[in-house]
């Protein structure tokens, strides 16, 4: 009786040993397979992100038509956030003056957002309309869109982080934010609002 008492307790703990052990195995397994997924999943993200141009994005025009940011490699590209009804909206004038006086070696894009203080509250015909009207603006308007936090634009998103563009966190904090990219679409300079379209160290990086 002893015997079969010993025996059934070494068949019983060698059981539960052994399944113990299978499901330790088996957690462990399952764990290795969602971190390496997850692993695997930061890797490629890390891969997609470390883009040192601003080519690999698109823009959209007023009609919704994409826009190959590619179009300017070559030349120097001054990406602008605007408002119609802003203090600074009379940048527009000095904005079109650059674009003449450097039409071989720069390009300039306006993005129109109603981000800050509300002020530009009309579709995109009507910004149309108002630039062409007011400031006899040339330059090529893009869709309205927003370039602050949740739903930026594609372009402002590559503009205002670092994993993209190697060194700029810095989203625009009002309208007329400039945006400053070398022939090779790589990010050169960032001028706040204040900063005027014709200021000197604008167009010394321009010249450069």
């Known amino acids: 009786m002893p015997f079969i008492i010993q025996f059934y307790f070494k068949f019983v703990t060698s059981l539960f040993t052994t399944t113990f052990m299978s499901f330790i195995q088996f ?37 919704g038509i994409k826009l190959d940011i590619s179009e300017f490699k070559g030349k120097k590209l001054l990406i602008v956030n605007a408002a119609s009804y ?6 527009y004038s000095n904005l079109e003056e650059l674009k003449n006086k450097y ?32 400031y006899h603006l040339t330059i ?22 670092k994993t993209f563009n190697g060194w700029n966190n810095q989203q625009p904090l009002w309208n007329f934010w400039k945006y400053l990219l ?8 960032v001028f706040p609002s204040r900063v005027e379209p014709t200021d000197i160290q604008l167009i010394e990086l321009i010249e450069s």
């Open 27 to 63: 957690r462990k397994a399952i764990s290795n397979l969602i971190i390496n997924f997850f692993s695997k999943k930061r890797q490629y993200l890390g891969d997609k992100r470390q883009l040192n141009s601003v080519y690999e994005f698109n823009a959209l025009d007023p009609d």
């Open 103 to 134: 039409k071989d070696t720069l390009a300039i894009l306006i993005f129109p957002c109603n981000d800050f203080g509300r002020q530009e509250k009309g579709s995109d015909s009507e910004i149309q309309s108002f630039c062409e009207i007011n």
């Open 140 to 161: 090529p308007i893009m869709k309205k869109s927003k370039i602050k936090k949740a739903g930026l634009n594609n372009i402002f998103l590559w503009l205002t982080n």
């Open 86 to 91: 802003c203090r600074y909206t009379t940048q």
């Open 182 to 189: 070398d022939e090779e679409g790589k990010l050169m300079a």
